[in-house]
T-cell receptor, first 113, second 115 residues
């Protein structure tokens, strides 16, 4: 089955700096890669996703890049703000897995004012 | 749309008691997932339904756990008997493939404490 590894497990940045979270996946047939943000005590929420036929996608201060050859994808947050502090999860979906996602272990991002 | 609705939001029960968690997925979504979240193990998939049929229950920890989806708008996760190590936040999520995207919508979760 698919295996998704996420790094780092914790990340601390100064407000205004950029943050990068990286994930690798094992199944080359995976074709969908979403990112979720979970604030303390709340549900995970989808913030951005990318399909395997796209190399990069951007939405305001967040962007995701995908390298299919290397089987890794990354979340980039620019001009970080304290409200970006949360746990971020990456996920991957193999083409033959129906609607089932495999999640990474999560990254706790702390943005210091 | 009210989103994925879970009940109860919090549950405190004594060891050995039966616990039933409930989930109403988004109308029209054809997949439903139960996850358990703890600090130690992160997000664990317990079971996955597609069109009300269980597809993958390999994550269900043991026979004390069971899940049902009698129709497209309701699912339950039951723990009997409950144990302190079952204490966690249980999330239900639903999804529908649209335009190549399979994004989940999570419910607010049920925080279970077994004492």
């Amino acid at each position: 089955g698919e295996n998704v590894e996420q790094h780092p497990s914790t990340l601390s940045v100064q407000e205004g700096d950029s943050a990068v979270i990286k994930c690798t996946y094992s199944d080359s047939a995976s074709n969908y890669f979403p990112w979720y943000k979970q604030e303390l005590g709340k549900r995970p929420q989808l913030i951005i996703d990318i399909r395997s036929n796209v190399g990069e996608k951007k939405d305001q201060r967040i962007a995701v890049t995908l390298n299919k050859t290397a089987k890794h994808f990354s979340l980039h947050i620019t001009e970080t703000q304290p409200e970006d502090s949360a746990v971020y999860f990456c996920a991957a979906k193999p083409i033959n897995a129906g609607n089932m996602l495999t999640f990474g272990g999560g990254t706790r991002l702390m943005v210091k004012p | 749309d009210a989103g994925v609705i879970q009940s109860p939001r919090h549950e405190v029960t004594e060891m050995g008691q039966e616990v039933t968690l409930r989930c109403k997925p988004i109308s029209g979504h054809n997949s439903l997932f139960w996850y358990r979240q703890t600090m130690m193990r992160g997000l664990e998939l317990l079971i996955y339904f597609n069109n009300n049929v269980p597809i993958d229950d390999s994550g269900m920890p043991e026979d004390r756990f069971s899940a049902k989806m009698p129709n497209a708008s309701f699912s339950t996760l039951k723990i009997q008997p409950s144990e302190p190590r079952d204490s966690a936040v249980y999330f239900c999520a639903s999804s529908l493939r649209t335009g190549g995207s399979y994004g989940y919508t999570f419910g607010s979760g049920t925080r279970l404490t077994v004492v």
